[in-house]
């Protein structure tokens, strides 16, 4: 069953680990390093059984190589999961110190990060143990890489809305902010700024709340938000919230958020979205700031470099609309992604010498 299904995705590598003295479980799957070793953030989140736990990672790593070669880094696919083991278990020094321990063996194959439930806390944790991790509060460890992922989720809502013909600016325009966390809230202030009128919906009220007297935002319900009229839907909490029956009802022109895997069934739902005139920016391409930035320092880019990078998403998410034709958006986004992987490097002189 394993095989099989790392078979058809293309998986390299898939360790589990388990460590008797912390209780931890996590698997680190290793998708693809065609074109470097495999950054990916690690996951800790509270599964419902092992079999949802490996299927999150195989297809989180998958999404990663093509994040990687979109933002055109020297970089592979990878990703961890680890097993929390209750709702309110919280994550330990030596936990972390014993997770570093497996990604260490990987000898630089993975370079692990953060990603839901871990923290720079956690990577500081991990840095005494292993070198091949990223994120945490040292130097070159980058830190919180939210401000980049929003930075590019900002410029990539700017290419949409000159791709739908709304001009390139969100003055005036409404825009829908799904999830105020660390890049939700970034967006929403970045759309403030310029003058955009903005929806918010979170489970947490202290949040929305914050929003309405800061931006002026209009608090939506949690379940009306994704179906609420707007020129932009911007989500930024979990994934799989475009499908299931609710594109016929969505009321806006673009979706373009930082939550990965945004659409439940990226070919089905991508169609869906095409042929209702919707315009989506692919979540690998318009959410890879963070990489760019934690993966820019590991390989030794410049903030300079790494702020140009961050600013070319504007571009990427351009040209993948621009040339679709009959494509999908997705399915031009996986294209423009195998061009690298294809070539076996990536495409800049830039990237070429990292
Ligand atoms: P976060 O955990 O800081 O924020 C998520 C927010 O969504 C929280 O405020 C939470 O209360 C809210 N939320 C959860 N369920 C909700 C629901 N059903 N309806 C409305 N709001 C809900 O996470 P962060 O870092 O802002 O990331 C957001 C998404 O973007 C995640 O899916 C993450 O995997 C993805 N992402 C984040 C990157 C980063 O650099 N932080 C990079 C690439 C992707």
Redesign the pocket.
């Known amino acids: 069953m394993v095989f099989q299904d790392i078979t058809a995705m293309g998986h390299e590598n898939v360790l589990f680990c388990q460590d008797k003295a912390t209780d931890l479980k996590a698997i680190i799957a290793v998708h693809n390093t065609t074109l470097g070793p495999a950054l990916g953030g690690m996951r800790r989140w509270r599964y419902a059984n092992e079999e949802e736990m490996l299927f999150d990672v195989l297809r989180l790593s998958e999404g990663m190589t093509y994040k990687a070669a979109a933002a055109d880094l020297p970089m592979g696919g990878a990703k961890t999961v680890i097993w929390k083991p209750s709702h309110d278990a919280p994550p330990t020094e030596a936990e972390a110190k014993a997770m570093a321990k497996f990604v260490d063996r990987l000898g630089g194959l993975y370079i692990a990060a953060e990603?839901?439930g871990v923290t720079t806390e956690y990577i500081d944790w991990m840095v005494s143990v292993t070198d091949h991790v990223m994120g945490g509060t040292g130097d070159r460890q980058g830190g919180d890489?939210?401000p980049?992922?929003a930075a590019g989720v900002v410029n990539g809502m700017r290419a949409c809305i000159r791709h739908a013909g709304m001009g390139d600016t969100f003055n005036n325009l409404t825009i829908a902010v799904?999830?105020?966390?660390?890049?939700?809230w970034k967006v929403c202030k970045a759309v403030h700024d310029e003058g955009g009128k903005l929806l918010v919906?979170?489970?947490?009220s202290e949040?929305t709340q914050r929003a309405s007297a800061e931006f002026g935002a209009t608090v939506i319900s949690?379940e009306d938000?994704v179906t609420a009229q707007s020129d932009l839907f911007c989500p930024?909490?979990?994934?799989a919230v475009i499908g299931n029956g609710n594109i016929e009802k969505l009321q806006t022109k673009v979706v373009a958020g930082?939550?990965?895997n945004v659409l439940v069934d990226p070919i089905e739902d991508g169609a869906l979205l095409k042929n209702k005139g919707v315009v989506y920016a692919p979540d690998f391409v318009i959410?890879g700031g963070?990489l760019i930035r934690l993966a820019g320092l590991y390989c030794g880019f410049s903030p300079d470099e790494i702020d140009k990078r961050v600013a070319n998403i504007e571009h990427a998410v351009f040209e993948i609309l621009d040339t679709a034709g009959a494509r999908t958006p997705h399915d031009a986004a996986i294209r423009y992604a195998q061009r690298r992987l294809d070539a076996g490097h990536p495409l800049t002189a830039a990237n070429s010498q990292a």
Do not use: E, F
């Not at 799904?178 to 939700?184: M, R, S």
């Open positions: 990603d839901v890489p939210s980049y992922t799904q999830g105020l966390g660390a890049v939700g919906a979170d489970i947490r949040i949690v938000i930024c909490a979990l994934g930082c939550a990965n959410n963070g």
